[in-house]
DNA sequence: TTGTAGGCGTTATCAT
DNA sequence: ATGATAACGCCTACAA
């Protein structure tokens, strides 16, 4: 691989003048540009961006933390931020945080150590105090899809009481007056806040929580299938059930049909997040979009301001969702 | 941030021996060594990767193309290849390729001009010429789920004509006749394949090849809307459908149902791939096995034995699909 | 076992 | 506008 030395040597100029023109920020006269610009092609130079970065302090990439690569919620979120950074020559690290906290230390401190020049992270095990702490260090560093107090220009976050009171809201609406909730586990602040958006829906309407309709799931498929046995086993009587996110609604209606409740006459569901295959269950799902794909492309935004200046674009640093009427929830006299 | 200068100075030894100890690969005697941790933990000392790179001409850094961030397929593939190389302390640089040609060679320049110690691509755009050239680079590169003669140990393939062979062969063990089928953009190499399958299955049992009953799709939801659409639009008969993946299978029974069609009792459908959302569709769908998970795993492997010498494990380079016996298919007598 | 010194390929600060 | 030259932080023969 031709080295820069080669190219001023081929082009009879100095070290100097060729890394000029590769950054073409000061200025060379146009004729001794071209010489270096051919005696790159020539030599089929490329620039060494591990030098590069070494010399320039700047190593023009931002490391991801996700809890997991799979799973269409953190893929929408992956695709926002890569496409826009992408777009701006910065590359993307991407590791995984498993939702441990363990795992999401080890994750962050291995992005730090990678020299990445900003991080963006989704955890879910880790301290708000944690968090702040973070934010001290020397590597900027944005947390999605979290909100916390004394760093909210660190925090991308979606209103998700809001979320989970427009839910809940929306089958209040549609006549429901015995609604069961299956949650999220409650030590991930999504999971707390869209539960708290559930019970200020219903005192709303003047109805009271009561705990036997609700149930902590897990997030995933099982935890919605968990629940609906819970609450099926246990006999209480409701027309609808909110999920605190699409794969525990998917989980539970599968089990509903698999127990001949029929759907949504029987009984109507709605989710959270508003995934890609939300609208391939069947019946189609009604749910509150989480507009995660677009809160990645905030990140990024938010990332090339401050940390490369590339852009001096407006940072909406809160979202919120919406609901998206489909199929599964039925109206009731 | 401290320097190796820096802890040298404090341990009173020289920049070579913290350098041992670092890569701890030479001898250094357990008085020395310990001076030198303990002088590395007093500075907080991190070692600057950039510089190591650029030292050691290694950057410890794969880079990953994918068409998409989204989408079940990918995410389960690159979550294969980073759980095995981040175990291994290196890091992964993703970034994407949207199916088209000219961003996928982009994308691969990009990475390769990113430094990467070896690039781990799924491409769809590019030609079997192209990949061929691509080997002869200095880059180590190794492509998923393709398979190319003449750079066989570059490729982790899936035998996707044999997956072809066996939904087909499903069907028809269960009775059907008429088998639909919706295939995917025959310009990529996978779809071809399993097309290539399905008619030697249809062959296998004497049964000639209807061109009325075949439908390209695009491998997305849409592409199973539009086949399904057509082939009622048409009027032909079929008692069941085979689709080249599972979202144009997910896509069709949307459709079917939306049309009165109950499933699977007046329609069976397969699907390819066995993406996790299979089995949340209604009716659980029946699919191939497409382990590209595993496969994500084992490129990772191959990148590390070969790059990085970090193993001696043998090498899987093809992968065989199965068939998963769900609830989308019904016998017909 | 430990130290010395040159080199990795750039960027950036001075001069000129 | 261009050229020397010193960083950048580490690795690695080679020497001791």
Known sequence: ??????????AGVSLATVSRVINNNARVSDKTKQKVLDAMVQ??????????????????????????????????????IEAELRAAGKHVIITTGHSDEEKEKEGIEFLISRNCDALIVHVEGLSDEYLIELTKGSTPIIFMSRFVETIENHCISLDNELGGYLATKNLLE?????????????????????????????????????????????????????GLKYFLDNGVTF???????????????TYAREHGISLPQDLSVIGFDNIIFSRHIYPKLTTIDNPV???????????????????????QYSFEPTIIDRDSVSKIN
């Not at 089929?44 to 591990?50: A, D, E, L």
């Not at 909730?181 to 999971?191: L, M, R, S, T």
């Not at 709303?204 to 902590?216: K, P, Q, R, S, W």
């Open 174 to 226: 549609h006549g429901h007056k015995d609604i069961a909730y299956i949650a999220g586990p409650q030590v991930k602040p999504d999971a707390k806040a869209r539960f708290t958006g559930h019970q200020k829906a219903l005192q709303e309407h003047g109805i009271a929580f009561d705990n036997t309709l609700y149930f902590e799931g897990d997030f995933c498929e099982t935890g919605g299938i968990d």
């Open 293 to 315: 794909g677009e809160m990645g492309h905030m990140a990024a935004k938010l990332v090339l301001k401050n940390v490369y200046k590339k852009t001096d674009e407006d940072i």
């Open 43 to 80: 030599l089929g130079y490329r620039p060494n961006s591990i030098a590069q970065s070494l010399a320039s302090n700047c190593s023009n990439s931002v490391g991801v933390l996700v809890s997991e690569l799979n799973g269409a919620f953190f893929g929408q979120m992956m695709a926002g």
């Open 1 to 10: 691989m031709a080295t820069i030395y080669e190219v001023s040597n081929l």
């Open 239 to 253: 027309t609808s059930l909110v999920c605190a996110n699409d794969e525990m609604a998917s989980g539970a209606m």
